[in-house]
């Protein structure tokens, strides 16, 4: 009950920011929100099943270009685009979850980059399809309602803050109860000691494909809802620097730990988007604190806050 | 025909800088069992520095070869210190994030310093015509297989018949024995990481008079070089040149016959394939992936 009362607080105070914000801060907080939901569904893979995955900014395009393309194509609207991008970058989980069983540590990291890079490659290449380096246009969310009921226009910075504040505060709450399932249990078991989790009992095969195809799904959700705040989808958002920033923002914050990405996706989008003048050294910054943490802090901040709260004990 | 030998002699050119590529990855791999993703970064550098060298200060060719081959091989030095040094015997994929961080560094310090104006060798050699039958190369170019050819063989010889190579594959068959006998284990990594540098600068010093170097040339070039090495098996010299031989004909055929757009992406193809087909790659001995 107290998580529940703190999250509650702690979407309440987000959901007041534009109040004081102007439309700069905004922004921030709005790529905040996205960053976030990226860093907790890479979380599921990489942090708490162990898949190591450089590819989480494909399954964000994928959902971008689903939106984008859909609306192109078919003129659908946000609550179609939407599922629709959360199931499309799920089978492409499985695409790319199939192949990465068969392998482990390096190898494995070198299969999601592999993948990433076809991604990219196809989304820059296909121009009759994604149109090419340009990318596509996206409409405006506009004027919707859910389910007929209750009605509301998006169109200014602050609605597509509040949509995204939303969709975060969901994925939380689905990540929350992921994590706490048998499911995630499975997960767990599975990076501590594959051979073991096997012997009693754990089908590996699913375990690790399903957090494969969840942690594609968080991203293709952010990059479905991402698209139309960006108003466009161009294959320069999704490229492996994206997916590197995201893999920062968990492992500074903790992987494997629930708030760790959370913690992490507030401190690694402010900071870099506040250098002002100094934003060129931004990817600078990023890859040496890659380095910095994994050698000297690889638990990131949450392990800090353990060890505090151990030697307070 | 003519130009399915021309295709064919292109595809070798391109292979011979993706053997040099893999072959140190694969050294590294096979010695120290770390993964270094900052390789295409070695490679852009080593490209730079030589066009640095020849075109901006005029040095002959054979000067600014030794002067890539000294700056590799520190780089090789001090990315020893911070990929081994510091984070060996912790998680393994501790050394994978750490490697990934030291490219993004690498590569965006390149932008910031030298831009990001694609650059291009040009020497007195690309004048020169060399005529084999109907294929027609520069001889700037067509020195990049005899380079490939004296380098791998040179590396080879090194690790059959010196002290070096045979402590380095001492160490590659059992660290720990190789260690009770006397072998300077941090000595041997140094040397290794060196070498494998040495190979992905001269690569990229070679290849910087064909394609254009830029700093985010890196990750296709490391990008390849993990195909070649999946392709060939981790850890063997041998299947990385022959893979990487066979990735350089590929790509040249497909972009001949197939179409530009799908060169860059059938050796990724081939990687899935070969993992769902032969987890130990064509050439690999049997050893677990991890």
Known sequence: MKHLALFAAAIALLALAPMVLGGHGLSVMTLTLTNLVLAVGLNLVAGYCGQFSFAQAAFFGIGAYTTAIMSRDLGTGVWINLPAGIIIAGLFGLVLGVPALRVKGHFLAIVTIAFQTVVYLTLVQWTDFTGGQNGILVPGVGETSILGIIRFNVQSLESYYWLTLALAALAIIVAWRLVHSRLGREWIAVRDDETLAQAVGVNTTTTKLSAFVASAAFAGAAGALNAYTMRTAAPDDFTIFISSIILAIMILGGKGTFLGPIVGAFILTIIPESLGEFSRYKMLFFGVLLILTITFLPGGIMQLVRNARTRRA | ?290
């Open chain 2, 1 to 290: 025909m003519d130009l399915f030998l021309q295709y064919l002699a292109n595809g070798i050119v391109v292979g011979s800088s993706y053997v040099l590529v893999a072959v140190g990855l694969t050294l590294i791999f096979g010695i120290l069992g770390i993964v270094n993703f900052a390789r295409g970064e070695f490679y852009m550098l080593g490209g730079f520095a030589g066009i640095g060298l020849a075109t901006v200060l005029g040095l002959p060719l054979i000067v600014s070869l030794l002067g890539v081959v000294a700056f590799a091989a520190l780089l090789g030095f001090l990315a020893e210190q911070i990929l081994n040094r510091q984070v060996k015997d912790k998680d393994p994929t501790n050394s994978i994030v750490s490697s990934f961080g030291l490219a993004v560094v690498l590569q965006n310090a390149a932008l910031l310093v030298i831009g990001p104006q694609p650059m291009l060798l040009r020497t007195d050699l690309s004048m020169v015509p060399v005529e084999i039958g109907p294929v027609y190369l520069p001889l700037q170019r067509a020195l990049i297989p005899v380079a490939m050819i004296v380098l791998v063989g040179a590396l080879h010889l090194l690790l059959r018949h010196t002290w070096v190579g045979m402590s380095l594959r001492a160490m590659a068959q059992q660290p720990t024995v190789a260690r009770m006998c006397g072998i300077r284990v941090s000595r041997v990594a140094i040397v290794t990481f060196m070498t494998g540098a040495v190979f992905a600068g001269v690569a990229g010093f070679l290849m910087s008079s064909v394609f254009m170097v830029h700093p985010l040339i890196g990750n296709m070039i490391v990008l390849k070089a993990f195909t070649v090495v999946i392709l060939g098996g981790m850890g063997s010299v041998t299947g990385a040149a022959a893979a990487g031989l066979m990735l350089g004909l590929v790509e040249s055929m497909t972009s001949a016959y197939l179409g530009n757009g799908l060169r860059d992406i059938v050796g990724f193809l081939m990687v899935v394939i070969v993992l769902l087909a032969w987890p130990q790659g064509i050439f690999g001995r049997n050893l677990e992936r991890s």
